[in-house]
């Protein structure tokens, strides 16, 4: 079993839409959490970080962290056709030890 | 956050032949680290250099295949040796500022061996 699992998608949702993007991890001692965004032929940008539980919100974007059911979800409202890319969700025990990424979802929004 | 230039954005390279990839940061940082990402796949963590001490290498990733070098603070480099068209892929710096809020990458050396 991977310590961090996300479908792979393709998700194709027309423009306007909430995405709805998920990885579920096995690891507890996880503490830090990252979404990055990956568009073709460019490095990940970091997109969003929380630390344990929670929300955090960033304009369109909402990230929620569930460490009870080791689940964190991105949520995109509004969503336009610039946010067509792969979304990868990471995370990390401590600010200093490896960050471990979840295979991405490729998302696409259709206009 | 965190500037980070890596060259050369791309390459060709013969099988059989070595490539340096050169990683500079905007800012003095402890940690540096080099990915691998190959093609439709996520980022597999090939070695953490710090400064002044040997990298540390993960598990499938050895010093004689992926030498670092890593002279300061600034600065890293990662060698892909004797390389095979296995090799290809994009290799990305990345580094983490120690504040748990994420790491952030160069743009990536995307490698292609023929």
């Known amino acids: 079993q991977k310590e961090v699992e996300q479908d792979p998608g393709p998700l194709s949702v027309p423009e306007g839409a909430i995405v709805s993007l998920n990885c579920t991890y096995s690891n507890s001692a996880f503490q830090y959490f990252m979404w990055y965004r990956q568009y073709s032929r460019k490095g990940p940008e970091l997109l969003m970080y929380?630390?344990?539980?929670g929300n955090k919100e960033d304009g369109r974007f909402t990230a929620q962290v569930d460490k009870s059911s080791k689940y964190i979800s991105l949520f995109i409202r509004d969503s336009q056709p610039s946010d067509s890319a792969t979304y990868l969700c990471a995370m990390s025990n401590s600010s200093a030890s490896k960050i471990i990424f979840g295979s991405g979802t490729r998302l696409s929004i259709r206009p | 956050s965190a500037v980070i230039s890596q060259k050369p954005s791309r390459d060709i390279c013969q099988r059989g032949t070595s490539l340096t990839i050169q990683c500079q940061v905007d800012s003095q940082v402890t940690m540096m680290f080099w990915y691998r990402q190959q093609p439709g796949q996520s980022l597999t963590l090939i070695a953490t250099a710090n400064q002044g001490s040997e990298a540390t290498y993960e598990s499938g990733f050895v010093i004689d295949k992926f030498p670092i070098s890593r002279p300061n603070l600034t600065f890293s480099t990662l060698t892909v040796s004797n390389m095979s068209p296995e090799d290809s892929s994009i290799y990305l710096c990345s580094v983490e500022p120690g504040t748990g809020r994420g790491a952030f990458f160069g743009q990536g050396t995307r490698l292609t061996v023929v």
């Open positions: 929380t630390y344990s539980s």
